[in-house]
Each structure stands twice: as structure tokens, then as C-alpha cells.
């Protein structure tokens, strides 16, 4: 492990690359959504916006997940309410991952040690189950955690997260905003990263509205203004906090799946079939 500085208490100096090759071993498929490698080694903030499901959220749930693997990295899975990470949401969270292939990623992120991965008290635990789906061992480690931004002055006192590196805000464009809720998440980090100097944020939306009101309190509206689907601009902020934006589009995700489809079951030269491909 090396250390930013030297020093320990910066946190981790973490290789980017090699996170890239971990999560590529994965064999997500290519027609959904990818981190923005490139710029993870330039950036703190990951803003992701889509109108439709990409599957943004699942994997960067699985970069993070990588990161935990080599890194032992605890993602820290942020809602905005309590309520939010009640069980029968967060059960949907990890769905993918646990049931994909039947639990391949789970076994390749964790070298064939795991098969399934379960919530419990707030946090989520690589776990085995049998054949018939029942648990029979646990991994004493959790691999996420997960906080609501309205508990933010309660974790100030009896939160530490030493190796949670990876915070994920999904879903921070919504119908309600809570009165200072952007300053509150900010304070919620503080509480998480400490001093370290190693973490990253991403935060998630299921819309493309570029009017929130995060983006006034983070100072990027000016520079995020006018962006369309497909987009992406490295924002930074009059005092230098670098924040890269992206506005996901979901149709590279279906033209992919056509370019599948076609390849599947239509991969014919006959001019005549041009208007079913």
C-alpha cells in the first residue's frame, strides 16, 4: 500500500489503472454504462445524469467493489433519507450483482471466496448460500455502507469510516429537497473522509434536469448550463474543486443492444432485410 505523501493519514494512493483492469475482468456488458476512467485521476466529483435506467448505479457500485477488493475500500452508499435504506429499497441495490451469471461477479470479486452478498443493519456483507438460497457463512467485513444525509450530525460523534474512500450519492435529484440538504451531504463527507486526501464522490440522478439546486450550491450552474445528452465537461469551481459531469445518454445503451441483436439473429448481407436491422 503506498500513501499519499508518504503519509498515512492522507490516505491512500490509489492506482487508477489498476482498478480499471479489475473492473474490466468483470465483463460488464458493453452496452451498459462505464465509469469515466480517463478522468477519475483528474477529478473528486462524478455527476451522472440520465433519463432512463443505464445502469450507472450498479456499476459503479462494482468500480467500487474493485476498490474494495484491492483496496479494502467500504463504499459509502448515501441516500437522502432514512427511509431511502430501508430494507426493501436497499435489497434492489445489489440485485444485479447478486444474481448476474448467478453470482459471477461476486465470485470474481472476491476470487471465488463468495457467492452472494446480503443487507443487514445498514450495511452490506459478501456472504455463501447453498443450493437452496440460504446463507450458511458471512463475511465478517462489511463491503458497503450505507448513511442518510438527514443523520449527518448524528455520525459526527459516532461515525469512522478509516477506509471509506468511495462515497456513492445515488438519486440527489429528486421531488423534495430538504432545506440545506447539498450543505448537509458536504458536512457528511467531512465526517467520512476526515483529513484523508484520497476519496471520491459520485453522485447519481435519474434525470437530466440540470436546475438543481446542488448544482447553485456547488457553483457549477453557469458551466453546466446547456448540456445535452451524450455531454460531459470537467467543471471547476472558482476556488479549484474539480467536478466532471456527465449527462448519460441512454440511447448508445439501445443502439448497442440493436448492433447485438443484429448480430444474433440477423447477420445477413440481404439488402431486403435492411428495414428489419
Known sequence: MKYINDKPQLGLEYDFKAIEREYK????PSLWYSPPFAALP????FIGLSDRSTGKTTNWLLYGLC???????????VRATEEELAPSHAEKLVEVIRTHEGGEYIRKLTNGRWNSIYYH??????????????RVEVCEKECIHCLAIERH??????????????ILLDEFIAKHYRPNEAIDFLDLTKTVFRDRLSGIIVMLANTI?????????????????????????QCVTEKGTKLFVEIIDAEISRSETRKTMNSLFYGFKNPKINAIT
Open 121 to 134: 443493519w445498514r450495511a452490506f456483507y459478501y456472504c455463501n448460500v447453498d443450493e437452496e438460497g440460504r
Open 209 to 233: 434536469k440540470l436546475s438543481s439546486i446542488y448544482f447553485e450550491e456547488f457553483e457549477i450552474s453557469r458551466q453546466v448550463l446547456g448540456m445535452k445528452k451524450g455531454e460531459f465537461r
Open 67 to 77: 476498490m474494495n477488493k484491492l483496496y479494502g475500500t467500504i463504499i459509502q452508499y
Open 25 to 28: 475482468k468483470l465483463g460488464v
Open 42 to 45: 483528474r477529478n473528486k466529483y
Open 153 to 166: 450530525m448524528d455520525y459526527k460523534s459516532t461515525y469512522n469510516a478509516p477506509l471509506g474512500d468511495f
